[in-house]
């Protein structure tokens, strides 16, 4: 190596140059081998292309450059050149247009996304039923990694990933497609959870927080909307991440996707998080899933008694969110989910809770925007209380406790 180096040194020696790095995860790369390149008698300039936020602070303010996702006319010269590279033109088909801004909405502005579409397409022939095919399968052609280079997007991203922060991102996968993620909700499921450990004297908040943030910089998931001081306040998911983070949250048995109208028999075999992104529970509600950890409903009309079963049957379950459903009235099985932290209600029809709630383990009650009126008595023995949210939607206002 330090032979290496010398040459390196000797032979850029009242030279210019330029010299890239590509793809650096750690700042510690520039400090080990910056003494290698000469700084007297030559003209050198560096660029260091990098997704981690930390990386880009080894330049000054005025030379780091933030990219931003691709504006449409970006998109498409890009998806043209990887579509139809042996085309002299590297044009679109007028009858191919159509469907192309389709490919190129689903990237959202994601290069590595937009090329490796286009490659796939290259290899098709160029008639609308074809690319009509393809864009209807896009979504488990993704999550089966058959896309050229489309695992790459994850890969190094993951195995750089710290353990407390991988199943952080991967519990972010679990919502829908296009989801907002808003920065207390998301902070008070993982806490619940249990995925985060106070750690140098911070608490779980800050460090959740802190967790979120990193997330961001690694170009794991989209600011939203920042507030006047530059806090996060809510951010998203990339839909083609997110569809192979979900993949890979399935491989790991962290959790599942479910839908209700696939074919067959609904497998829960070795997933802990079930998201239900359907109204039909009907296989879920047969297959006996034992070993949940957690339950997300992101259906609006669910059939109460279908649910029921689902709670009989999930003695772990710590997280139940029922956000955004219609439901009424808590299940009596509910109350015998002792292990219950985190209790998600919010803008729910929910009228009234009963004195029982008071038995649960919960950490988090979220009922804003609901129609509650009123809570029971019963909160006072929450003793394992962390955040209690809870207010009426007719009249939008709030009452909230922070413990």
Not at 50 to 55: A, F, G, N, Y
Not at 130 to 159: C, F
Not at 365 to 377: G, I, Q, R
Request: some cysteine; aromatic content about 8%.
């Amino acid at each position: 190596m330090r032979d290496i180096a010398e040459s390196i040194h000797n032979y850029l020696q009242g030279k210019k140059f330029i010299m890239v790095l590509d793809d650096v995860w750690a700042a510690r790369v520039w400090s080990e081998i910056r003494n290698v390149f000469p700084t007297s008698n030559c003209t050198g300039r560096y660029v260091i292309i990098s997704r981690k936020h930390e990386v880009s602070l080894l330049a000054t303010r005025e030379s780091a450059i933030h990219l931003e996702p691709l504006h449409a006319h970006h998109s498409w010269e890009l998806f043209c050149k990887g579509a139809f590279w042996n085309d002299d033109g590297k044009e679109c088909p007028l009858e191919l247009q159509e469907l192309t801004w389709k490919f190129i909405a689903k990237c959202q502005g994601l290069p590595i996304a937009i090329a490796c579409i286009g490659r796939l397409l290259s290899c098709k022939p160029p008639t609308s039923a074809e690319w009509e095919n393809v864009y209807r399968g896009l979504d488990s052609q993704l999550t089966k990694d058959v896309i050229p280079d489309a695992h790459m997007i994850l890969k190094v991203s993951l195995e750089d990933l710290p353990y407390d922060l991988k199943i952080c991102f991967l519990h972010c996968a679990l919502f829908q497609q296009d989801y907002v993620l808003k920065r207390r909700r998301i902070m008070r499921q993982w806490i619940a959870a249990g995925f985060i450990r106070e750690k140098e004297n911070k608490t779980l908040e800050e460090v959740a927080e802190g967790y979120l943030a990193e997330l961001v910089n690694r170009s794991l998931l989209q600011v939203v909307k920042r507030n006047h001081a530059g806090r996060l306040i809510h951010c998203q998911m990339h839909d083609v991440i997110g569809l192979l983070a979900l993949n890979k949250a399935k491989e790991e048995c962290f959790g599942k996707f479910y839908d209700g109208y696939g074919s067959g028999a609904f497998s829960v075999e070795g997933a802990r998080r079930i998201s239900v992104q359907g109204e039909n529970l009907e296989q879920l509600s047969r297959s006996g899933a034992k070993q949940l950890r957690a339950l997300h409903v992101f259906g609006r009309y669910i059939n109460i008694d279908l649910l029921k079963p689902i709670l009989r049957f999930s003695n772990f379950l710590s997280m139940l969110d029922l956000q955004g459903s219609c439901i009424k009235m808590l299940p009596n099985e509910v109350f015998s989910l002792f292990s219950l932290r985190y209790l998600g209600l919010r803008d729910t029809n929910l009228e009234s809770l009963p004195e029982a709630v008071g038995k649960l383990w919960k950490e988090v009650l979220d009922a804003v925007h609901s129609k509650l009126t009123c809570l029971p008595n019963s909160v006072v023995k929450l003793k394992k209380l962390r955040c209690l949210t809870a207010g009426s939607s007719v009249h939008r206002s709030q009452s909230r406790v922070s413990a």
